[in-house]
């Protein structure tokens, strides 16, 4: 699938630069030639003129040639002939932090049920993909415990240079990925690398792979390559031995025919999970009584997740005896025998209801049901044959009553500030997955044709973004038995626009929420790939709000690379909400700890055009990209992004200094970029307690990437545009310009 990408790719629009690890060098590779359908400087470029004339012209001007009292051209955004771009704009990048601030909100919300099995929130709070630090590499290889197939998979490594491991979901390949390259590469690096690396990319050299550094590639998509698969694979076998590293890739298809025999694929066995247990327990400190108490009461059908899960809770004082009743094959029984049982079309409907809904309190919650009832009434003989019988029923029925008899059915008191109140909950949250695995198995097609016009009608009439969630949260999970029925009846409809922007903000949600699962994250960068590539507006507009949010925070790399690829697109709207989607990303990154420089350093090179091989049209969108993402704000503390990034982790002063630099040498951009300066430099104060040190560490980036010449003549502009300095910046400014005057090339 991913090797076809280029080919479905408009003509005319380079790839964007990749960035899976800062220090990859196939991350700064220049942009491809443009095809004949580029737009040509000086060709016929109408409307990009009447949108970009400010950077077209004197777009290469460099502060050498202009004198500090000239005037600067005025902010695109406020020209007259495009009074509402700024607004769209604002208004669409807020609608996406929106959704991202509720979404991570959510997942600090005490009490929160999301029901992703045994998942981790953390999971949507970190990359999936780069370089892994001593710390990630230690906890994965801590408590790992090898299966009896590891050693076959060592000598293939060994041999090969690459490895495919091959199982279903739960089986610990993510974790023997990682602990074969730390056996085998010469060195201890190790790099994650996106699912969506095609075998073109491999065997080109993308990234291009360095001696004695290991290379892991999880959950990799599937692609169809036909009856060249064992030509294609060999050739990432030779690129990978030519550099002297070393490549291990799991993913759960087993392929089509005979498994190319120039890489061994071997299927893929889990380790044994109470050896898994133990070696967790008792590095934990758990006493020995402890440890035995645990080992004997795991039930038989664990995943290493569950086993993993149980461990982090024994090992934090909980009883082995109430933590196992949550885990394994013998948990969902309850689940089962309740499905087991002959049920009313009120008692399926409670059910339901409550597998999407969960959390609402009574009246919303009998509301949602009826309407659910009308919807899939069809489907139960009873109630199909006289309609008047059947409202009846729905108009009778004491559903209170039914509700509190339903043992699948909990009520929990949840408190909100000084009141409590009641909400509709499973009893225990892994329910929520088993019941709908038995919807999914034991109700028709025309059921499920009910439930998909209930819930789409549902999201449309009711917008919020607590329903939405707890929808998404339910079709994520619905997801592992039921994709196809997913994807086809609510994800692509809604993200195309069938439930209005409400069903836009579902889908993306739903993406969201499969982040949180490792075993879906891929399945999640797969969708949102498809609607980017999409000729349809809407499927590419809902691709980047989910770039923006949390299958960006796992997979920074391929969204700066969707994202980047449409802002050099031909329709001023869409470049705009994918700069917007780039500031979020940016604003989402340093909320979650990560790396903001997984856009800035893209952006920076970008923007450098070293190659000169960006067209005017590709140049202007690139400095609007830069210029919307220096000029965000911080919601939450409406400061600079620019002042409050770097406060928080220093290594970010580096590329913002390039980005401000790149800028300033643009005329048309200067007057704007001097201003955010300003801005940045009088926000800091009340971002960091050291000002002074974060002005200084900002000035002598910014010198770095100046030319020694433009440097003394950064103050005269920096004056000329803001004028009088207060009294409590001037101290802030003077130690900044001292910074950039004082730098050694």
């Known amino acids: 699938m991913n090797e076809e990408e280029s080919a479905k790719r408009p003509q005319g629009t380079p790839e964007p630069p990749e960035a899976d690890d800062p220090r990859e060098s196939a991350e700064t590779a220049p942009p491809p030639e443009p095809t004949e359908d580029d737009p040509k ?225 071997m299927p893929w066995r889990p380790p044994d999970l109470t050896a898994v247990l133990r070696l967790r327990l008792v590095r934990a400190g758990c006493g020995e009584d402890t440890v035995e108490q645990a080992a004997s009461l795991m039930p038989a059908g664990c995943r290493i997740a569950e086993v993993a899960a149980a461990a982090a809770r024994i090992a934090g004082g909980a009883d082995p005896a109430g933590v196992w009743q949550e885990y394994g094959a013998a948990a969902a029984q309850p689940v089962r025998d309740w499905f087991d049982e002959p049920r009313s079309p009120q008692e399926w409907t409670e059910v339901t209801a409550l597998a999407f809904v969960t959390g609402l309190g009574y009246r919303d919650f009998e509301t949602c049901q009826e309407h659910l009832e009308e919807r899939v009434a069809a489907t139960f003989p009873a109630l199909a044959t006289d309609e008047e019988t059947a409202e009846a029923a729905r108009r009778d029925a004491d559903r209170r009553l039914s509700l509190s008899r339903n043992s699948l059915v909990a009520v929990e008191e949840r408190k909100d500030g000084s009141l409590t109140r009641s909400a509709l909950v499973f009893p225990h949250p892994q329910y929520r997955q088993w019941v709908l695995e038995e919807l999914w198995n034991k109700r028709s097609t025309a059921y ?196 409050v990034l770097p406060a928080r982790d220093p290594r970010q002063a580096d590329p913002i200094g390039e980005l401000w630099a790149g800028l300033l040498a643009h005329r048309p951009c200067r007057r704007r970029v001097l201003l955010c300066l300003d801005t940045t430099l009088r926000d800091l104060p009340a971002v960091t307690d050291e000002p002074e040190q974060a002005a200084e560490r900002l000035g002598r980036s910014l010198g770095a990437a100046l030319p020694p010449d433009e440097r003394p003549r950064l103050g005269p502009f920096l004056r000329q545009v803001v004028g009088r300095f207060d009294e409590a910046t001037a101290p802030l400014i003077d130690t900044f310009l001292g910074a950039v005057l004082s730098t050694e090339d």
């Not at 009910?450 to 009608?457: E, F, I, K, N, Q």
């Open 41 to 265: 400087p000086g060709g016929d470029r109408s409307a990009d003129k009447a949108d970009h004339a400010d950077h077209a012209d004197n777009a290469d001007t460099r502060h050498g040639t202009e004198q500090p009292d000239q005037a600067e051209p005025t902010d695109k955004a406020d020209k007259p002939d495009k009074p509402d771009r700024a607004k769209r704009a604002d208004e669409t990048g807020q609608a996406q932090h929106n959704v991202n601030q509720y979404f991570y909100g959510a997942l600090d919300a005490p009490g929160a049920i999301f029901g992703i099995g045994t998942a981790d929130s953390g999971n949507a709070r970190r990359r999936a993909v780069g370089r892994l630090d001593a710390g990630e590499a230690d906890a994965i290889l801590a408590p790992y415990v090898e299966p009896d197939c590891f050693e076959d998979a060592v000598r293939a490594l060994q041999q090969d240079g690459v490895v495919v491991l091959v199982g279903p979901p739960g089986t610990g390949k993510r974790s023997a990925a990682v602990a074969l390259v730390a056996k085998v590469a010469e060195g201890t690096e190790y790099v994650v690398l996106s699912p969506g690396r095609s075998l073109d990319d491999l065997a080109g050299g993308r990234p291009v792979f360095e001696k004695g550094v290991g290379y892991v590639l999880i959950d990799r998509m599937n692609e169809a390559v036909g009856g060249t698969a064992d030509f294609d694979w060999r050739r990432v076998r030779d690129t990978v031995r030519e550099h002297g590293a070393h490549l291990v890739v799991t993913t759960v298809y087993q392929g089509e025919g005979d498994a190319p025999g120039s890489v061994r694929h």
């Open 448 to 643: 499920w044709d009910g439930v998909r016009d209930w819930l789409t009608d549902l999201v449309a009439t009711q917008p919020g973004l607590g329903l939405q969630l707890s929808v998404a949260s339910g079709l994520a999970l619905l997801t592992r038995p039921a994709f196809d029925e997913v994807e086809e009846n609510y994800l692509h409809p809604w993200a195309a626009g069938a439930a209005g922007p409400a069903g836009q903000s579902t889908a993306t949600l739903v993406l969201h929420c499969m982040c949180l699962d490792e075993g879906l994250a891929a399945t999640a960068l797969s969708v949102a790939r498809g609607w980017a590539r999409s000729p349809d507006p809407a499927l590419s507009s809902t691709a980047t709000a989910a770039f923006s949010g949390a299958l960006g925070v796992c997979f920074p790399t391929d969204a700066v690379k969707a994202l980047l690829h449409r802002t050099l697109g031909r329709f001023d709207d869409q470049a705009w909400e994918a700069m917007v989607a780039l500031a979020g990303l940016v604003v989402v990154l340093m909320e979650c700890d990560q790396d903001a420089g997984a856009v800035l350093r893209p952006l920076a090179y970008r923007l450098k055009d070293e190659g000169g091989k960006l067209t005017a049209h590709q140049r202007d969108r690139t400095l609007d990209a830069v210029l919307t993402v220096v000029r965000a704000r911080h919601t939450r503390s409406g400061r600079m992004v620019c002042a």
